[in-house]
């Protein structure tokens, strides 16, 4: 904190300092000049110097009046000459406030005051009968070369800061338009992995939860079905672990890749789940791999998801899953020919079609929502679904037919890989 205020205070004071050294340096040269005497109807007095003191002065007020200072010091020339006192020139007392002018934009009055200084000098010269190739031919050249150096310097200073001001705003601009797109960046991925967490872990909860209905429905009548059931339970906890564990891993080292990516080969998990829940399933795949790897992903999350809602809340008996890709996009459907009692999207408990496992599945449903209010809230499944067919560039419909439910996807394969 206290390097940060001596900086503040070094950026404040630096001006000021600038503008006495110019002033003072402005005061000696002129008092220097007035000491040489040339010129003017009486030698220098008290009154000169306070006049070259008074014109180094005006620069302390540069930076707040330029213009009023650069008309000070014209006029106050102008009295300087009027007085009769010693020749000081024409460039070298007003130079420093040409400079000031054309350093704070005020381009226009410092070419201004300059051709005022020179036709006025050249006018009341000449009319006193000066030389006028000595006036003309000789010193005007060097005045006019002095002052308009003055104001070619303030004006390359002044262009010089803006430039320096554009490209501090330019990088302030691009740094918090980085930010903008790290952040974006950050809620895309914690958006994904909400939809991977969602999808993979509901299903095998919904995998794990109707088996061991199953389970417990069998035990003691059909040992055999009971030991399938738990073998299924088995298998989907460590499926769902893993998930978890590559999901961790993720988050702990975020540059890193995930080492496996879901592919339509894994289709079967899903299909031999809703199997093992009693659904007739038809799968009908025609894919041309290799498919780009989101469109992959996106495709199978949906077709888990929409599995899953079909075993949570299907009444009916029989699943179809399509999957066809063309030149341009891969479709998918999912269609329940059954009735749908739920119009929720995948995060409630309904009763399928056979009465061992709606019993199981009502009771267990009231058992794992009893007193919990998030019970009733509506679930993020179809959401899920259809933000990942849009991040794509795809479209999502899902919607109650003849009794069942369908959910259809198109995702295009262009601009994919």
Known sequence: MAGQSSERTVRGIRPWVTDVLLGAGVAATVSIVITANEGGRHGPDQVAYLWAIGLGALMLARRRYPVVVLAVSVLGLFAYYAAGYPAVGLAVPVAAALFSAAEHGRLAASVGAAVVVVVVSVFFRLAEGQDFSFVVGYELAGHVLLMGAAIALGDSVRSRRAVQADARRIAELTEARYRQEADARVQDERMAIARDLHDSLGHTTS??????????????????????????????????????????????????????????????????????????????????????????????????????????????????????????????????????????????????????????????????????????????????MRERAESLGGTLIAEHRNGGFVVRAALPLAGSA
């Open 207 to 384: 995998v794990i939860a109707l088996h061991a209905d199953v389970a417990r429905e069998t035990l003691g009548r059909d040992d055999a079905a009971a030991r399938s059931a738990l073998d299924l339970i088995r298998s989907a906890a460590g499926r769902s672990m893993d998930d978890l564990r590559r999901t961790v891993t993720l988050l702990r080292s975020p540059g890193d890749r995930p080492r496996t990516v879901v592919s339509m080969a894994n289709l079967d998990a899903v299909t031999r789940a809703a199997d093992a829940a009693g659904f007739d399933v038809d799968v009908r795949v025609r894919l041309d791999p290799p498919l780009p790897a989101p469109v992959e992903a996106a495709a199978f999350r949906i077709v888990q998801e929409a599995v899953t809602n079909v075993v949570r809340h299907s009444a009916g008996s029989r699943v179809e899953i399509r999957v066809r890709q063309d030149e341009r996009q891969l479709t998918l459907s999912v269609t329940d020919t059954g009735a749908d009692r739920s119009a929720d999207d995948g995060d409630a408990t309904t009763t399928p079609a056979d009465p061992d496992r709606a019993a199981g599945q009502l009771d267990a449903g009231r058992a794992d929502t009893a007193g919990d209010p998030a019970a009733d809230r509506p679930g993020h499944g179809i959401a899920g």
